[in-house]
């Protein structure tokens, strides 16, 4: 996670830590959210995940409690959103990108170019205005959970064992793309082949030749080794690695600011603020 992406990320994870404490004060068993997301430790993702435990558990003193699923243990990024609308999981981080899965509209962020640059992606997702229009295209396009955050790990570049200096060197490659009506309308307009398949095979499949290229942020290039298959990086700059965090609607409806005014009497209009900020 770039560094300067993180207020507007951690706000909202914050200010739900914030809301979960209140709205269960003065519980005396433990409670237990589920925060899944692929990517493994050591990642953007991961950090996000520890700052947001850390003060939920010491909001709550030790009652409150994150349970993180990295590395896709609880399925890929698709598979995660429908447990998450589900209620089967609290929270989760997801790419803008696989969030078209569920809402087609938040492909967009996953047209190339459409940033000039990594400083250009961190200005955007600081914009309150692109986070409230982020925030009211999930929720008119779909149901069951809502975002509370944004989060970038830079812009994505495609690595392969071959340097890649123009349009022309992309044709004909095999690329494994993130299987998004986007990604396979991008990447033919340059002549490459899209081929999709869980994050956990690109390694492989870089390494014995199912796939020619990938394309992803530089961390995640570099936590996930796969520059011991794919020793070239070319920095392409060619779509913003944009991520999400979705809470479950079922976890959200039982934040509602009637029983928050109820619980917490004179002290109830800072903490409905605090949703509404998230809201």
């Known amino acids: 996670?770039?560094?300067?992406?993180?207020?507007?990320?951690?706000?909202?994870?914050?200010?739900?830590?914030?809301?979960?404490?209140v709205t269960g004060a003065g519980a005396q068993e433990v409670k237990h959210y589920r925060f899944a997301y692929d990517q493994p430790r050591n990642t953007g993702y991961s950090i996000a995940g520890d700052l947001f435990a850390e003060k939920l558990k010491e909001l709550s003193k030790g009652t409150m409690i994150i349970d993180q699923y990295p590395g896709a243990q609880l399925g890929q990024?698709?598979?995660?959103?429908?447990?998450?609308?589900?209620?089967?999981?609290?929270?989760?981080?997801?790419s803008s990108a696989n969030t078209a899965t569920i809402s087609p509209q938040a492909g967009v962020m996953?047209?190339?170019?459409?940033?000039?640059?990594?400083?250009?992606?961190?200005?955007?997702?600081?914009?309150?205005?692109?986070?409230?229009?982020?925030?009211t295209m999930i929720d008119e396009t779909t149901q069951g959970l809502h975002v509370i955050a944004t989060g970038s790990q830079g812009v994505r570049h495609m690595y392969s064992k071959k340097e890649i200096h123009n349009v022309g060197d992309?044709?004909?490659?095999?690329?494994?793309?993130?299987?998004?009506?986007?990604?396979?309308?991008?990447?033919?307009?340059?002549?490459?082949?899209?081929v999709h398949m869980p994050f956990g095979s690109v390694y492989?499949?870089?390494?014995?030749?199912?796939?020619?290229?990938?394309?992803?942020?530089?961390?995640?290039?570099?936590?996930?080794?796969?520059?011991?298959?794919?020793?070239?990086?070319?920095?392409?700059?060619?779509?913003?690695?944009?991520?999400?965090?979705?809470?479950?609607d079922k976890l959200w409806q039982s934040l509602s600011a009637e029983q928050i005014a109820k619980e917490l009497g004179p002290h109830a209009e800072k903490i409905k603020d605090l949703i509404r900020s998230i809201n």
Not at 128 to 134: S, Y
């Open 110 to 135: 996953s047209l190339h170019y459409l940033f000039r640059d990594e400083n250009h992606v961190i200005k955007g997702l600081a914009d309150p205005r692109v986070f409230e229009a982020l925030r």
């Open 1 to 21: 996670m770039i560094a300067r992406s993180m207020p507007r990320f951690l706000h909202g994870l914050a200010a739900m830590a914030a809301v979960l404490f």
């Open 204 to 248: 492989t499949s870089l390494q014995t030749g199912v796939v020619d290229a990938a394309e992803n942020s530089i961390n995640v290039y570099l936590v996930n080794k796969h520059y011991e298959v794919a020793p070239v990086l070319n920095i392409t700059e060619h779509e913003a690695n944009n991520a999400l965090v979705f809470v479950s």
């Open 77 to 94: 990024e698709p598979q995660v959103l429908q447990l998450v609308k589900a209620g089967d999981v609290e929270f989760s981080i997801i």
């Open 170 to 194: 992309v044709k004909n490659l095999k690329v494994r793309v993130q299987a998004t009506a986007t990604e396979d309308t991008m990447f033919p307009a340059y002549g490459a082949q899209t």
